[in-house]
């Protein structure tokens, strides 16, 4: 029996398009489904905002509000073999029932482009990591 929630939730995906085990979290009472939360239109604020951040503590003020609003959890990891550009952070998205495969690469790609946009937030990125000797 699916459990009724007291907030709307985001619609589901075409069969087979989507691996987000949406019906599987809805069946189990009392599981934690406040990332069903993130309707379409709520993700599209979500990446709006995301695009917007022009400093690595608002970039972490985002990354804290996914998580208590959603249970999103948030990595972003230098790679250990240097980072060039961008491309050398994983940026990604923890599974976890419900949240959808767009949205598990929406997300990231919107943090790829903020960051591109915003050289500074790489380097503290970095700096938080130790990467660059002044940790």
Same mark, same amino acid.
């Given at each position: 029996? &699916?459990?009724?929630l #007291?907030f709307?939730?985001?619609?589901? %995906? *075409? #069969?087979?398009l %989507?691996?987000?085990?949406r019906?599987? @979290? &809805?069946?189990?009472? !009392?599981?934690d489904?406040?990332?069903?939360?993130?309707?379409?239109e709520?993700?599209?604020?979500l990446?709006?905002r995301i695009?917007?951040?022009d400093?690595?503590e608002q @970039?972490?003020?985002?990354?804290?509000?996914?998580y208590?609003? @959603? !249970?999103?959890?948030?990595?972003?990891?230098?790679?250990i073999?240097?980072v060039?550009?961008?491309?050398g @952070?994983?940026?990604? &998205?923890?599974?976890? #029932?419900?949240?959808?495969?767009?949205? /598990?690469e929406?997300?990231p790609?919107?943090i /790829?482009?903020?960051?591109d946009q915003? *050289?500074h937030?790489v380097?503290?990125i970095?700096?938080?990591?130790? &990467?660059l !000797?002044?940790?």
């Open positions: 029996m &699916l459990q009724e #007291p709307p939730i985001r619609v589901e %995906c *075409p #069969p087979g %989507c691996v987000c085990n019906e599987q @979290l &809805l069946e189990v009472a !009392g599981a489904a406040r990332v069903l939360m993130l309707t379409r709520q993700e599209k604020k990446l709006e695009e917007r951040i400093s690595y @970039l972490q003020h985002v990354s804290k509000l996914m208590d609003q @959603l !249970g999103i959890t948030l990595r972003i990891i230098p790679s073999r240097g060039r550009t961008v491309r @952070l994983t940026i990604q &998205l923890a599974e976890q #029932p419900g949240l959808c495969r767009k949205t /598990r929406k997300v790609a919107a /790829r482009r903020c960051l915003q *050289p937030i380097y503290a970095l700096d938080a990591h130790d &990467l !000797g002044q940790g």
